[in-house]
């Protein structure tokens, strides 16, 4: 009994493989999915970005979030955008779809491949339902923060499942987007701290060094060296360093902002 129901089983999965694998092959990468009927799966990766463990993981995932929520995101990997702009690609996408169903709780997560010839890219879109709650500047961020870096490391699904995890605390209400927001300019504003603490110690190493040097080779005491190392960098004798420091203004984020929610690598 037990092993008629084993085949059983088994006979049902090859059969739903061959359903699934039909429908996949079914879809015309020569022309933009949202022209083409929805593939019923929350997970569709085209272009090959993830393994095939990974995409088998990340469908349970999603598929687990949408069973619990009413939120459906949607991840979509292309070998080619088509001429499309990347954000206009994924709106249209998950519009004609009908991602996130009447509750409009849906995202869209569309990643064309960096190649030898072309740039990565990557959208990220959210229904009317969560704008809300993940607004596109944040959706930006998202990609900026959680996304890009992993994928230059060449770890795109961390890169993935960093973004989805964040995506899903801000549905939950576990933190608001301000918070995450704030959070990641607080670690940004840390990181200048320490770049800035490390020039200031690096410029008196040297001016005690200079002023040691000095010292001996003009057989005087060191002290008076100090002071005359210190009224010639009053006077300007460290321009150099000051005029470097100019470039510390990029940490305060300024480079986050603009519309739509995309990114390149």
């Known amino acids: 009994m037990m092993k008629f129901l084993f085949h059983k089983i088994k006979l049902f999965v090859l059969v739903l493989f061959l359903i699934i694998s039909s429908a996949i092959q079914a879809v015309d990468l020569n022309k933009p999915l949202f022209e083409q009927e929805a593939v019923p799966s929350l997970v569709q990766d085209y272009a090959n970005f993830l393994s095939p463990n990974q995409r088998q993981d990340l469908e349970k995932q999603l598929n687990q979030l949408s069973n619990s929520t009413s939120t459906q995101i949607l991840f979509v990997s292309i070998p080619s955008l088509l001429g499309y702009e990347k954000n206009d690609y994924a709106a249209q996408l998950g519009e004609a779809w009908g991602v996130g169903g009447k509750e409009n709780n849906g995202i869209v997560i569309l990643i064309q491949p960096k190649t030898a010839n072309t740039r990565g890219e990557v959208s990220i879109q959210v229904g009317y339902g969560i704008e809300p709650l993940i607004p596109d500047a944040i ?3 998202i990609i900026e923060y959680e996304m890009i870096p992993a994928f230059k ?4 699904y961390a890169g993935i499942l960093a973004a989805i995890t964040v995506m899903k605390k801000l ?4 933190f608001t987007a301000k918070q995450y927001l704030k959070k990641h300019q607080k670690s940004k504003k ?3 701290s320490i770049i800035v603490m490390l020039i200031v110690g690096l410029v008196f190493f040297l001016k005690f060094r200079s002023a040691r040097q000095y010292s001996i080779g003009h057989n005087i005491p060191f002290w008076i060296a100090l002071s005359m190392m210190s009224s010639s960098s009053r006077a300007g004798g460290f321009s150099n360093f000051s005029s470097g420091s100019g470039g510390f203004g990029g940490f305060g984020g300024g480079s986050f902002g603009g519309g739509g ?3 390149s690598w």
């Open 190 to 192: 840390t990181g200048s």
């Open 139 to 141: 959706a930006k961020r």
């Open 153 to 156: 490391k060449g770890d795109n």
């Open 261 to 263: 929610a995309g990114g």
């Open 171 to 174: 549905t939950d209400g576990e």
